[in-house]
């Protein structure tokens, strides 16, 4: 057994527990970093950077095909294999010394095992090779695990080895035919990838297909995945999964429907990694998401911070955003205020302070690179709404602005926003339409920093570009108003 004495200690070292970490480091405390699996986690090897790279050589021959003189040029099809090595090389080949050098460059400590809080501050690691470390922490210990892909009751399912997001985003092969469970991010994204790369696609969708976005938005994805072979069945669900000695998945749903797959995706939701990390010892439940406050303190049922105060959690484990930019984010405002506590320094928790992680309520961005792209930050129609603010829609067509025109022959897209009447300031907006990505930014500032509608007149966007949308969006909001 060895024991060892950090500053601060950080269970799982994916983007969220090396940001909080580096921060530590940069503020001039000791940290040490404990990972029982690749460090860089999720994010790295197994969904945003896989994933998209999977996704990224489609969209481009789309783009191409687009423009007749570009198209002209197209002589051959997609090749599966050349996408697929290219995915390996974003994944680092699922090794993660790159990783690990960086983490000793930045001063962090890395112990490698399975982590579990054994008592206050202080949390014991198993390695791999059976040796026990005892890491004490000075000021916090912070957990960081993350999540998991949540495989649903369908009675045969678990049995048919499904393949989950980390499957599908690591496949060495694409499958002729794939059945997808679930209609959110993840579904929607690998529909759209695995239908470019030639594999028959079904999607079961029992809330619809990305039901959490605008109807605009989802609806212009569902006509495209048509559009590309993809079977649609929403408002279902599976009832019974089974795989059979020869291989193949046979899928029967409530309504009746059967047909039979290679592989079987599940993509129905996320479950915290908090089963096996010593719960227990500090009064919660293991398998629970975790509870914080406005600087990332874990709580209990009753409001009031673990023992006192010095376990936090940031990242997926906390159920605030569950996207990796979003955890980042938290990581930073928390190493801040790690450094903060530890020196005796003010904590800034107003309301956008400086150690407050408040964009997870206000402004969480996000993309959905599917074809076409969805690109939303802030409230939709339906969440403000639920949120009891007083608001006003507008649309506009993305296609009939100039520079969306320019952009690609046939261009279809719709752009939305949403303002508070009370303040006059925008709280949500939603685009969708090829390259939507690199207009949110705008829409993210403008929530963000509660730019008055008169205000944001006076930011004139260039012609021809596809962000003269705002101009076509302020144009129609005023003129109805």
Request: charged residues 20%; glycine residues 12%.
């Amino acid at each position: 057994m060895t024991q060892s004495t950090y500053d601060v200690v950080v269970i799982g070292a994916g983007p969220v527990g090396e940001n909080v970490a580096d921060g530590v480091v940069k503020g001039g405390l000791t940290v040490a970093i404990v990972e029982s699996e690749l460090v860089g986690g999720e994010c790295s090897y197994w969904a945003c950077m896989p994933t998209k790279a999977l996704l990224r050589e489609a969209a481009a021959l789309r783009a191409v095909r687009d423009l007749p003189g570009a198209n002209a040029a197209v002589t051959g099809e997609l090749d599966p294999a050349a996408v697929l090595a290219r995915r390996d090389g974003f994944a680092s080949h699922w090794r993660d010394d790159g990783q690990v050098a960086w983490l000793h460059s930045a001063g962090i400590v890395l112990v490698r095992g399975v982590g579990r809080i054994s008592a206050t501050r202080t949390v014991e690691v198993a390695g791999a090779d059976g040796h026990t470390t005892v890491l004490t922490a000075r000021h916090a210990v912070v957990v960081a695990t993350g999540s998991s892909a949540r495989i649903p009751h369908v009675p045969g399912l678990a049995d048919a080895a499904p393949w989950t997001s980390r499957e599908a985003a690591s496949a060495q092969a694409v499958p002729g035919r794939l059945a997808i469970i679930g209609g959110g991010v993840v579904g929607a994204e690998m529909a759209t990838a695995y239908a470019a790369l030639g594999s028959q696609v079904t999607m079961i969708a029992r809330d619809g297909l990305l039901p959490t976005v605008e109807s605009f938005a989802s609806d212009l994805v569902a006509e495209r995945l048509k559009a590309q072979g993809v079977t649609l069945h929403l408002r279902t669900e599976p009832e019974d999964v089974h795989r059979d000695e020869a291989g193949t998945v046979h899928v029967r749903l409530a309504d009746g429907t059967t047909f039979d797959v290679d592989e079987v995706l599940v993509a129905t939701g996320r479950t915290p990694n908090t089963t096996t990390i010593g719960l227990d010892q500090v009064g919660l439940t293991p398998g629970d998401w975790l509870r914080v406050d406005g600087s990332l303190r874990v709580i209990g049922s009753d409001g009031t911070p673990v023992g006192d105060g010095w376990l936090y959690a940031a990242g997926d484990v906390n159920h605030r955003a569950l996207l990796t930019h979003q955890g980042k984010y938290q990581a930073r405002a928390l190493g801040e205020t790690l450094v903060a506590r530890a020196t005796g320094k003010p904590v800034d928790l107003a309301p956008w302070g400086r150690h407050a992680a408040t964009a997870d309520d206000r402004a969480v961005s996000q993309v959905v690179f599917t074809d076409p792209e969805i690109a939303s930050v802030g409230h939709t129609v339906a969440s403000a709404e639920a949120a009891g603010l007083r608001v006003r829609a507008v649309e506009y067509d993305l296609g009939a602005v100039a520079g969306a025109s320019l952009h690609a022959d046939g261009y279809t897209g719709r752009a939305g926003m949403i303002v508070d009447e009370d303040r006059k300031v925008i709280v949500g907006f939603t685009a969708v339409g090829p390259d939507v990505a690199e207009l949110l930014h705008a829409g993210t500032v403008a929530i963000t920093a509660e730019v008055p509608i008169d205000r944001l007149w006076h930011a004139v966007p260039a012609y021809p570009t596809v962000s003269e949308i705002w101009l076509r969006l302020l144009e129609t909001y005023g003129r109805t108003a």
